[in-house]
C-alpha cells in the first residue's frame, strides 16, 4: 500500500510560478509510473503530466506544455510540478496518481487547492 501527500497549493497572480509536491510513503514508490492531475469544478479529472518509474517525463497535456514540468526524485519518494506562467483557467484541485507499466492509475492524493488570480 502507497499513501501519497501533495502539497505546495496556494493563490497566486497570473503570470506567478508554484512547485507542487506529491510524498509517497513505502519503499516501492520507485516501482511506479507517476502522474499529476487536476479537476476544475464542473470539469472531469484531466492527466496532465505523466513521469516514468526512472523519471523520464512522458506525456504533457497540450494546455500545460512548455510551462509546467514533472520530476521525481526517488531517494525522496517524492514527484513534482513545477508551474510556471499560470493562468486564470489553470485554477484546479491537483492529484497525483501512481501506476504500474500499462495500467491504471490505482493509488491517489488528496489534492491540494491552486488558484490563480487575473
Known amino acids: 500500500q502507497v499513501q501519497l501527500v501533495e502539497s505546495g497549493g496556494g493563490l497566486v497572480q497570473a503570470g506567478g510560478s508554484l512547485r507542487l509536491s506529491c510524498a509517497a510513503s513505502?519503499?516501492?514508490?520507485?516501482?511506479?509510473?507517476a502522474g499529476w492531475f487536476r479537476q476544475a469544478p464542473g470539469k472531469e479529472r484531466e492527466l496532465i503530466a505523466d513521469?516514468?518509474?526512472?523519471?523520464?517525463?512522458?506525456y504533457y497535456a497540450s494546455s500545460v506544455k512548455g510551462r509546467f514540468t514533472i520530476s521525481r526524485d526517488n531517494a525522496k519518494n517524492t514527484v513534482y510540478l513545477q508551474m510556471n506562467s499560470l493562468k486564470p483557467e489553470d485554477t484546479a484541485v491537483y492529484y497525483c496518481?501512481?501506476?504500474?507499466?500499462?495500467?491504471?492509475?490505482?493509488?491517489w492524493g488528496q489534492g491540494t487547492q491552486v488558484t490563480v488570480s487575473s
Open positions: 496518481g501512481l501506476r504500474g507499466y500499462s495500467g491504471d492509475y490505482i493509488y
Open positions: 513505502g519503499r516501492t514508490f520507485s516501482i511506479y509510473f
Open positions: 513521469i516514468s518509474s526512472n523519471g523520464s517525463p512522458g
